[in-house]
Nanobody
Framework: QVQLVESGGGLVQAGGSLRLSCRAS????????MGWYRQAPGNSRELVARITRSGGTNFADSVKGRFTISRDNAMNTMYLQMNSLKPEDTAVYYC???????????????WGQGTQVTVSS
């Protein structure tokens, strides 16, 4: 059993900040790449940011300079620091990760349940 759980979403005014967390738990052997996606009503799910096991990162152009992604491998946790938030950042944010369970040799892709971020103007 492996689970990803997001937390930290909420309502914030434009220009404000939020920090999202994603914790993996269960029978984890190792975690490879992790990332954050978001989906607004009527839109497709889009990549926000991703981070490799060693800390390499990529960001969507729309959030560059405003968002920071990080991870704590010892705690199986990933973070998304969101600054200078805009109304167009409003979406459900999803955590994803490639995880190998202890008893196998291959990685599988897992998703969290999502957390709502709402930015008011």
């Amino acid at each position: 059993q492996v689970q990803l759980v997001e937390s930290g979403g909420g309502l914030v005014q434009a220009g404000g900040s939020l920090r999202l967390s994603c914790r993996a738990s269960g029978n984890i052997g190792s975690i490879n790449d992790m990332g954050w996606y978001r989906q607004a009503p009527g839109n497709s799910r889009e990549l926000v940011a991703r981070i490799t096991r060693s800390g390499g990162t990529n960001f969507a152009d729309s959030v560059k300079g405003r968002f920071t992604i990080s991870r704590d491998n010892a705690m199986n946790t990933m973070y998304l620091q969101m600054n200078s938030l805009k109304p167009e950042d409003t979406a459900v944010y999803y955590c994803t990760a490639y995880i190998r369970r202890r008893e196998v040799t291959f990685f599988q892709n897992y998703w969290g349940q999502g957390t709502q971020v709402t930015v008011s103007s």
